[in-house]
């Protein structure tokens, strides 16, 4: 079935995940698996594409570097202290008030030897944090009366601003 007669679509996108989007010459369509939208451009308001990096995921990123700083530099010393008493309260004996804090030592002694694992992971997490929010996303904002619908598609994709570009050619040469 083709829509506006027989003219075919002006331009099409790819969308991740699946799906396209088409242009025609009076409307927009878009089409998933599971999904079938027509969008009239006489309906259509403004289109703009931008390539927006997430400041999110770049600060989150640096939170958990810094993080990642601070539980392996305590650490170390948090481990020496902790079983350093812990010595001094297993050579002191196992009764009452010493017992107790021989087994409070001895957690914080083996909290300190995990501390550099998850100083690692927090690494990891934080450099695939910063990457994914320096890759950023290229987003298409279709405005129409009362709504907008936005089109994301990861990293710069010069394809989403060349195809809003036909859009908004279209758009101009409308007659309303």
Sequence with gaps: MALD??????GRFDLPGGGHLSLY????????????????????????????RDQ???????????????????SGPLGMFAGS???????????????ALL????????LASLMPALALASVLGGFALGYFGWRGSTVLHVTLAGTERAFVS???????IDFAELVGERLMSLER
């Design 5 to 10: 007669g027989a003219a075919g679509p002006i």
């Design 25 to 52: 010459r009076s409307c927009m369509v878009e089409r998933t698996s599971t999904h079938f939208e027509t969008l009239p451009l006489a309906n259509v308001v403004a289109v703009r594409v931008s390539f927006e």
């Design 56 to 74: 999110r995921k770049l600060g989150w990123g640096v939170v958990l570097v810094v993080m990642a700083l601070m539980l392996f530099a305590i």
């Design 103 to 110: 087994i409070l030592f001895r957690f914080f002694e083996a």
């Design 85 to 99: 008493a812990a010595a001094d309260m297993a050579s002191a004996g196992t009764q009452g008030v010493a017992r």
């Design 154 to 160: 990861r990293g710069q994709n010069k394809l989403l």
